[in-house]
């Protein structure tokens, strides 16, 4: 469905491009807005340290164990010898690499550090004496599936030095051969084997120049000249760039024909579209090109004003469509936009960047899993009041359909592997990844706390512990040693409310004053130890989307009408079989598939003047796991009625109806966490009560 580059066409490209690069070779990299912190020097603490725990003990921390995707990758075989995969991208291991190299550091947990050393181990070892990483010989070589191996290596590095000498030889074998291919026709990228889709390379090849650019960063060396020339092949050999697609009379605000042969499929798949979110930004770090900051804003701008969820996720059931709020959404997309978000700040510094950062792995990520992270979902919707065995497809089996692909029935079942394994694989990087861009240098004298929640932090600066309930609670207490002065930053969430925030050190109070750009507001902070408490003040509130409709936040946590909860649950299924029997053999009586029905009416409209937020009482804790149903205490209360309210193909609430007569009398509703609200209702018409 791509179209490949003509050999001609890439001739005349080099030619540019050699030139392009001549002018490059004298050229840095522009430099973080707030330079990352190596793996391993920040910690989570509190919630987050349980929510990571449980899911060590859960099905990302099991996988290695059973899951014949990972423990029986065609990666841990001589290449061409066999071995599992689920596509011919051989992507699955990788995914599992990169979110458990920094799960296990961040834990310190031994069994998962080995698990993680024996795979990179054997990656290494069956390294191809031309450099080639992966199980795929010559001619079927293609580079996407490396690029989440890539990034974990480098992580691995960063929390362990043993593995920095092997790893970057590895990388520069692997990158000097990747300059080959790139100028041998654009092999494995521009060109790729039969069965092998191109444009995913393509689409996200910012995050294999992430890595080069990782080792230009951190280790300079003779070879620098070619990691250019490669970094900029690899971009100059993409047809899709995202910064043509953000473009006026290119970008869709609305897709009106979302199937898999669209000719912008790639810039339509959920997936991509969050991974892309930070392609711009890695850019611009090597072409200079300062258009790219507002690029990337509207980039980001756009996504959410067209396809953005109420949670901070992205909309699109594998093809954005529009913001019928029945639309599907990959937990994939939820993970991948956190961490583009998070990078966006790191290199960008824009304030809202972070706090929708914060929205996605607050929100859309928990809410796809259950409470002990033993079963996620494929597909979340903003109105999903069931996510049960979802049969519309086999009584409409010549469509309409829902999804657009996600046939099945399982797509919003909680299980193993519904729908498709790439979620099993790739969700482990949600929590990890946003604790290691949760602190960022600020210059040479300052640390900023960027992406707020309990983390601790351990620089040459300082040790720096800060507890708090953040989301649930909006108060941080920082506690400081350090052995000279230097500079904190606290990030103030643009929803801050100033007369009700403060920063207070000993005896004396101070109100925030954030920087306009970046949020952060400065203390400064003398050697020795210190005790900091920040209170961000926080309103409710009711963000108006379409067709007089809202979404209900405190702070950044989303709030979504309790529907109640119903659940079934059976053997998991494989996904190619999503309506069999299930798998009777699997070695962990906790791998079931769910299925979650509501048991409270779901068909509500409310009013949002009275609107009112219960918060946590002094000295309340919070359960582990803290996204179960039922777990977090906080909530809010709103008086509403019920509507009369069709459903979509019969499976699903339709959109919103402009009809907002009562059925009955009018009564007290409660709105719980979305991340605990496994189903529910999050757009909510409004009704005047
Ligand atoms: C991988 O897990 C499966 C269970 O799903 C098990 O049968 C198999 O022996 C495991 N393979 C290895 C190499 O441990
Ligand atoms: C670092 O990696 C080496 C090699 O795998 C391992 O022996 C060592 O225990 C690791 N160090 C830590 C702190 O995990
Ligand atoms: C160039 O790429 C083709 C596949 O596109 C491959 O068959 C050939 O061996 C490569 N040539 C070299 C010199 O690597
Ligand atoms: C910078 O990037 C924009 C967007 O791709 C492009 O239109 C412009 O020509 C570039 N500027 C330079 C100097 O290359
Ligand atoms: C993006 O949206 C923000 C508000 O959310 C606004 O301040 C900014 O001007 C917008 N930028 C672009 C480039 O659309
Ligand atoms: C809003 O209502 C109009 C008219 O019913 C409908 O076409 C549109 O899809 C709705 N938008 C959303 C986001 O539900
Ligand atoms: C700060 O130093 C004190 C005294 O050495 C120690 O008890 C405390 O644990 C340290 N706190 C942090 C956050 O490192
Ligand atoms: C900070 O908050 C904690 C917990 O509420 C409290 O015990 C402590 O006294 C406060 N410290 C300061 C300096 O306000
Ligand atoms: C889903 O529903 C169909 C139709 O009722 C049924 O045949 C099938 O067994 C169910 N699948 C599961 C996994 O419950
Ligand atoms: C879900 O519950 C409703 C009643 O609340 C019931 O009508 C419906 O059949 C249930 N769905 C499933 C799949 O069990």
């Given at each position: 469905m791509?179209?490949f ?19 490059s ?15 391993g020097?920040?910690?989570p603490?509190?919630?987050i340290?349980?929510?990571?725990q ?16 990972v423990?029986?990758?065609?990666w841990?075989?001589a ?17 599992w690499?990169?979110?458990l190299v ?6 310190d ?6 698990q993680?050393?024996t795979?990179?181990?054997t990656v290494l070892?069956l390294?191809t004496?031309?450099?080639w990483?992966?199980?795929e ?5 293609n ?8 990034l974990g290596?480098t992580q ?12 970057v030889?590895a990388?520069?074998?692997?990158m000097t051969?990747?300059?080959?291919m790139?100028l041998?026709?654009?092999?494995g990228?521009g060109?790729c084997p ?5 444009s995913w390379?393509q ?6 120049i992430?890595?080069?650019q990782?080792?230009?960063?951190n280790?300079?060396s003779?070879?620098?000249?070619l990691?250019w020339d490669t970094?900029?092949?690899?971009y100059e050999?993409?047809k899709?760039?995202w ?6 009379g290119?970008y ?7 199937t898999?042969k669209?000719?912008d ?7 991509n ?5 930070k392609a711009?930004?890695?850019?611009r770090?090597?072409n200079h090109?300062d258009?790219?900051?507002d690029?990337?804003?509207t980039?980001?701008n756009?996504t959410f004003?067209y396809?953005?969820a109420?949670?901070?996720t992205i909309l699109g059931d594998?093809i954005?469509?529009?913001?019928a709020p029945y ?5 994939c ?5 956190g961490?583009?978000l998070?990078y966006?700040y790191h ?9 929708r950062?914060e929205?996605?792995i607050y929100n ?6 259950t409470g002990?992270?033993?079963a996620?979902?494929y597909m979340?919707?903003?109105n999903?009041?069931?996510?049960t065995n979802n049969t519309?497809?086999?009584t ?10 996600a046939?099945s ?16 694989v790739n969700?482990?990087?949600?929590y ?7 602190w960022g240098?600020?210059g040479?004298n ?6 707020l929640?309990?983390?601790?932090v351990?620089?040459?600066l ?7 309930a953040y989301?649930?609670?909006n108060?941080?207490?920082y ?5 000279k002065d230097f500079d904190?930053?606290v990030?103030v969430?643009?929803w ?6 403060s920063i207070?050190?000993g ?5 925030l004053q954030?920087d ?5 507001h400065r203390?400064r ?15 409710i509130?009711?963000e108006?989307?379409?067709n ?5 936040y405190?702070?950044?946590?989303l709030?979504a009408?309790d ?11 494989a996904?190619?079989?999503?309506q069999?029997?299930g ?5 962990f009586?906790?791998?079931?598939d769910?299925?979650?029905n509501?048991?409270?009416a779901?068909?509500?409209a ?9 918060g ?16 977090p205490p906080?909530?809010v209360?709103?008086?509403?009625c ?5 459903l979509?193909?019969g ?5 919103v109806?402009?009809d907002?007569?009562?059925l009955g ?6 709105l ?5 609200a496994k ?7 409004v009704?005047e009560?």
């Amino acid at each position: 469905m791509v179209a490949f580059f003509a050999a001609a066409a890439l001739t005349v490209l080099y030619i540019t491009l050699v030139t392009s690069t001549q002018a490059s070779q004298n050229l840095m990299l522009v430099p973080w807005a707030f330079e990352p912190l190596p793996v391993g020097s920040i910690l989570p603490l509190g919630w987050i340290l349980g929510e990571m725990q449980t899911m060590a003990h859960g099905l990302a921390g099991h996988q290695y164990d059973f899951y014949v995707y990972v423990n029986e990758s065609r990666w841990l075989q001589a290449p061409g010898t066999g071995g599992h995969d689920y596509s011919t991208v051989n992507e699955a291991l990788p995914y599992w690499f990169n979110g458990l190299v920094p799960l296990a550091y961040l834990l310190d947990d031994e069994r998962l550090k080995d698990q993680v050393h024996t795979v990179a181990g054997t990656v290494l070892n069956l390294q191809t004496d031309d450099g080639w990483l992966g199980p795929e010989v010559l001619a079927e070589r293609n580079f996407w599936g490396r690029v989440p191996l890539l990034l974990g290596l480098t992580q691995l590095v960063e929390a362990n030095s043993t593995w920095e000498a092997p790893v970057v030889d590895a990388l520069r074998s692997f990158m000097t051969l990747s300059h080959t291919m790139l100028l041998n026709n654009s092999q494995g990228h521009g060109i790729c084997p039969p069965d092998v889709e191109c444009s995913w390379g393509q689409t996200r090849v910012h995050d294999l120049i992430i890595t080069i650019q990782w080792m230009l960063d951190n280790y300079p060396s003779s070879q620098d000249a070619l990691l250019w020339d490669t970094m900029d092949m690899f971009y100059e050999q993409s047809k899709f760039r995202w910064v043509d697609w953000y473009q006026p009379g290119v970008y869709l605000e609305v897709v009106t024909n979302p199937t898999t042969k669209h000719p912008d499929y790639p810039y339509l798949h959920g997936v991509n579209v969050g991974q892309g979110l930070k392609a711009s930004a890695v850019v611009r770090r090597f072409n200079h090109n300062d258009s790219l900051v507002d690029a990337s804003m509207t980039a980001v701008n756009w996504t959410f004003l067209y396809h953005g969820a109420p949670s901070g996720t992205i909309l699109g059931d594998e093809i954005q469509r529009d913001l019928a709020p029945y639309m599907g959404s990959e937990l994939c997309t939820a993970v991948e936009t956190g961490y583009s978000l998070a990078y966006l700040y790191h290199t960008l510094g824009t304030n809202s960047y972070a706090d929708r950062a914060e929205l996605v792995i607050y929100n859309a990520m928990p809410v796809m899993m259950t409470g002990d992270m033993w079963a996620h979902q494929y597909m979340d919707q903003p109105n999903g009041p069931w996510a049960t065995n979802n049969t519309e497809d086999f009584t409409h089996p010549d469509g309409p359909h829902l999804f657009t692909t996600a046939h099945s029935g399982a797509a919003t079942t909680f299980g193993l592997e519904p729908q498709y394994p790439c979620c099993t694989v790739n969700h482990p990087q949600g929590y990890p990844k946003f604790v290691t861009h949760s602190w960022g240098y600020v210059g040479d004298n300052g640390l900023a706390h960027i992406l707020l929640g309990p983390s601790m932090v351990d620089t040459p600066l300082a040790v720096i512990e800060c507890d708090t309930a953040y989301p649930f609670d909006n108060t941080l207490q920082y506690t400081i040693n350090s052995s000279k002065d230097f500079d904190l930053y606290v990030r103030v969430p643009s929803w801050f409310t100033p007369d009700t925030s403060s920063i207070r050190i000993g005896d004396s109070s101070s109100a925030l004053q954030p920087d306009p750009e970046t949020g952060l507001h400065r203390i400064r902070v003398s050697s020795g130890s210190t005790t900091i408490n920040y209170t961000i003040g926080a309103a409710i509130r009711a963000e108006t989307r379409a067709n007089n409709t809202v979404a209900v936040y405190y702070g950044n946590l989303l709030y979504a009408l309790d529907v109640g909860s119903s659940v079934k649950s059976s053997y998991p299924h494989a996904y190619y079989d999503a309506q069999g029997e299930g798998l009777d053999y699997l070695p962990f009586p906790e791998l079931r598939d769910y299925y979650v029905n509501n048991s409270k009416a779901w068909n509500v409209a409310i009013d949002p003047s009275t609107l009112q937020y219960h918060g946590l009482g002094g000295g309340a804790t919070l359960p582990t796991p803290i996204f179960e149903y039922g777990a977090p205490p906080t909530y809010v209360t709103v008086q509403g009625c019920e509507i009369a309210w069709g459903l979509y193909l019969g499976a699903t609430p339709d959109l919103v109806p402009n009809d907002r007569t009562c059925l009955g009398g009018s009564s007290t509703y409660r709105l719980i966490p979305y991340g605990s609200a496994k189903v529910h209702m999050s757009e909510l018409p409004v009704v005047e009560l």
